[in-house]
Nanobody, 123 residues
Framework: QVQLVESGGGLVQAGGSLRLSCAAP????????MAWFRQVPGKEREFVAG????????DYADSVKGRFTISRDDAKNAVYLQMNSLKPEDTAVYYC????????????????WGKGTLVFVSS
């Protein structure tokens, strides 16, 4: 079982920035695709950003393109989500997820999930 631990959430004003981190103490982390999802209470969890095993391919939800950047550091078994120009509608619990498939064709089949970190953007 892969345990993913998110950090970096918090309260920020609209227009501000936050960087989320996800630690995965797993020796096979470098072969996994990684992604960030978010969920607002009462709504379905939605895809935010994904990165393949090599870091050579990234994917973003339209709502965050140009504002969020996903990256990974395999030496640290970590994946990051840099969030800039934050908006109140970005408020959600953000989840890190891992897929054993190195370059998945879809982000709907994640194998492992973290417990989430709350991001609150005030207007």
């Amino acid at each position: 079982q892969v345990q993913l631990v998110e950090s970096g959430g918090g309260l920020v004003q609209a227009g501000g920035s936050l960087r989320l981190s996800c630690a995965a103490p797993e020796r096979t982390f470098s072969t996994y695709a990684m992604a960030w999802f978010r969920q607002v209470p009462g709504k379905e969890r939605e895809f935010v950003a994904g990165i393949n095993w090599s870091g050579g391919l990234t994917d973003y939800a339209d709502s965050v393109k140009g504002r969020f950047t996903i990256s990974r550091d395999d030496a640290k078994n970590a994946v990051y989500l840099q969030m800039n120009s934050l908006k109140p509608e970005d408020t959600a619990v953000y989840y890190c997820a891992a897929d054993r498939t190195p370059s998945p064709s879809t982000w709907s089949g994640m194998d492992y999930w973290g417990k989430g970190t709350l991001v609150f953007v005030s207007s």
